[in-house]
């Protein structure tokens, strides 16, 4: 099995599900035991500085530029409740993996802390839940159709407005979104 950790997998139009249609979900981890990841492309109508308010975990006079990043995401089904920050990865707190040498994940309230406080990492983005497949699951949804992957790129991930990451990540693979079929095994 061939690892894909730090890649997008981006849902095929057969794929109705209301989480996932039309998602672009980043791989923090994937081996032999599972995967999981975060949904990028989803977001639930929540500013980061309205929920870091709310936490008391933003300085009074520090306002959070109104940008992509402050825009928090649906990172998937499982504990919605709980908050996941993924980010560059000059940055390293309590409870945070690296990914790799560019990216990390966290799930502690100390990254929270730092960017109410105006110490955020050059980039990041922040979700509640997250996506996760039991060993071979993700493999056998890729076999059946649901999934393309395509390698991470920090452009996909932090750079282009979440509306319109699932169309660029297809293009990515050179295919344009009109080209995708919701059905499978038809030629």
């Known amino acids: 099995m061939q690892s894909l950790k730090d890649h997008l997998l981006i849902a ?6 209301k989480v996932f249609k039309r998602s672009v979900t980043y791989l923090c981890e994937h081996d032999e035991e599972g995967a999981m990841g975060l949904i990028i ?3 639930i ?22 940008n992509l ?6 990172g998937g089904p499982v504990t919605p409740d709980r908050g996941f920050v ?8 309590a409870n945070s ?17 730092s960017l109410g406080q105006g110490k955020a990492p050059d980039h990041y983005l922040v979700a509640l839940g997250y996506a996760g497949w039991e060993a071979g699951q993700l493999e056998q949804e890729i076999l059946e159709g649901s999934w393309l992957t395509i390698p991470a ?25 009109w080209q995708l079929s919701g059905e499978i ?3």
């Open 153 to 177: 790129t920090p452009e996909l991930l932090f750079e282009i407005p979440h509306k319109e990451r699932w169309a660029a990540a297809t293009r990515k693979l050179g295919i344009d979104t």
């Open 185 to 187: 095994g038809h030629a």
């Open 41 to 43: 492309n989803h977001p």
């Open 69 to 74: 990043a402050n825009q928090v995401l649906l």
């Open 97 to 113: 993996r690296r990914i790799n040498d560019r990216l990390t994940v966290t799930c502690s309230k100390d990254v929270l802390d």
């Open 12 to 17: 095929m139009p057969s794929l109705q599900d």
């Open 86 to 93: 993924l980010h560059s990865g000059e940055c390293y707190y």
């Open 45 to 66: 109508g929540l500013e980061l500085d309205e929920l870091l308010r709310k936490m008391e975990l933003q300085a009074e006079d520090f306002v959070l530029p109104s």
